[in-house]
């Protein structure tokens, strides 16, 4: 069997990753490597290869003739790259969020059904077991449960040029806050009904209506609350930056993270996943109010790092590829989260409760 040649659209941080897993796969063969900047050079170089390289996606489309197309820009591209590579008869493999808007997002998807086309949406955490585990623990909690996360990071240098570059089309609880919703709807596995958001603008370095600062809060049709906070920026706190918790009847299932979530790890792309350790706390008590059970601790050193959880999302689109998946699922899950991240951001600039 032919290998499936690929275009790689975007060559930063997880483009960077991603072209790492198709260059190490048999399976794929990258044909071009696409990016505005100097960082598809950088990335040959790193790679010690000679692929193609690409100014312009357009013209690359036309001229390598992909079976698949790998985006990993920002966000305002995403819609037009994804239908033009649809259009071609590509599979796609996108980084969240699938659109910077929720039409955007259908469009994708209805595109993907149309050409009977892969498409495969970044959501990383799926990859992850721990993240895996942790929802499994908190699914164990009773109902309702009570979800409590965030990701400040306190960025600077070439990080904050990508956080001021992202901010251009969507805010952090937007961009961010996809994966998190995403696990707490898998957490519950109920509907949201409500949410409620503040967001903050706390410097002039990006567009007067957009802020870099917010905190979102979901209501579930079972009673589940859960609360997300995202911030980005050189004046961020690392204090509380890595916040992933959950309460139910039954206790808690907590996520600490003692070295990645140390002080100036929070722009750390590999600290974002990492959980070193769940504690699961038992609510249990006897006629005293003592506490029957003693914390579990759930030892997850051997986690993979931040290339191997690529390498295990480029697997499951080389599958869903090769066993043609039904991926409605998949698709329907990127879009209720997506829906519910831009009904935050209207809160925000509304100061108004969204009904979902």
């Known amino acids: 069997m032919k290998p499936i040649k690929i275009l790689v659209v975007g060559c930063g941080n997880m483009g960077a990753s991603h072209a790492a897993a198709y260059h190490q796969f048999p399976e794929f063969e990258i044909c071009g490597l696409v990016a505005r900047g100097n960082s598809k050079e950088k990335l040959n170089q790193k790679l010690q290869a000679a692929y193609p390289l690409f100014e312009d996606f357009e013209s690359a489309l036309e001229k390598t003739s992909p079976d698949a197309v790998c985006i990993s820009t920002y966000p305002d591209t995403h819609e037009k790259f994804a239908l033009a590579a649809l259009e071609a008869g590509c599979h796609v493999f996108i980084e969240k969020p699938l659109a910077d808007s929720v039409l955007g997002c259908e469009k994708i998807i209805a595109k993907a059904k149309e050409k009977d086309k892969k498409v495969v949406v970044g959501y990383i955490l799926r990859h992850h077991p721990s993240w895996i585990r942790f929802i499994e623990e908190a699914q164990k909690m009773g109902k309702p449960l009570v979800m409590r996360m965030n990701l400040n990071q306190q960025s600077q240098g070439y ?15 937007v961009d961010c806050g996809v994966h998190y919703i995403d696990v707490m709807c898998q957490m519950t596995r109920s509907k949201p009904i409500t949410v409620s958001a503040i967001g903050a ?29 995202a911030g980005w920026g050189p004046m961020v706190s690392e204090t509380a930056f890595f916040v992933k918790d959950v309460f139910g009847p039954n206790g808690s299932v907590s996520i600490t993270a003692k070295e990645a979530g140390s002080s100036g790890k929070s722009d750390d792309v590999d600290s974002h996943t990492k959980t070193e350790s769940i504690r ?77």
């Open 280 to 356: 699961v706390h038992h609510a249990d008590i006897n006629s005293e109010n003592k506490f029957t059970k003693k914390d579990e601790w759930i030892d997850m050193k051997d986690e993979p790092g931040h290339q191997e959880l690529c390498n295990r999302e480029q697997s499951f689109f080389l599958k869903s590829i090769m066993d043609d998946l039904n991926l409605d699922d998949h698709l329907d899950d990127a879009l209720n989260s997506l829906k519910i991240a831009f009904a935050c951001d209207e809160s925000v600039k509304t100061g108004e409760t969204v009904k979902l």
């Open 201 to 229: 603008r706390l410097t002039d370095d990006i567009a007067a209506d957009n802020y870099n600062y917010g905190q979102l809060q979901i209501r579930f049709e079972d009673g589940s609350v859960g609360w997300y906070e």
């Open 159 to 173: 990080m904050w040029e990508v956080h001021k570059n992202l901010m251009k089309s969507l805010s952090p609880i």
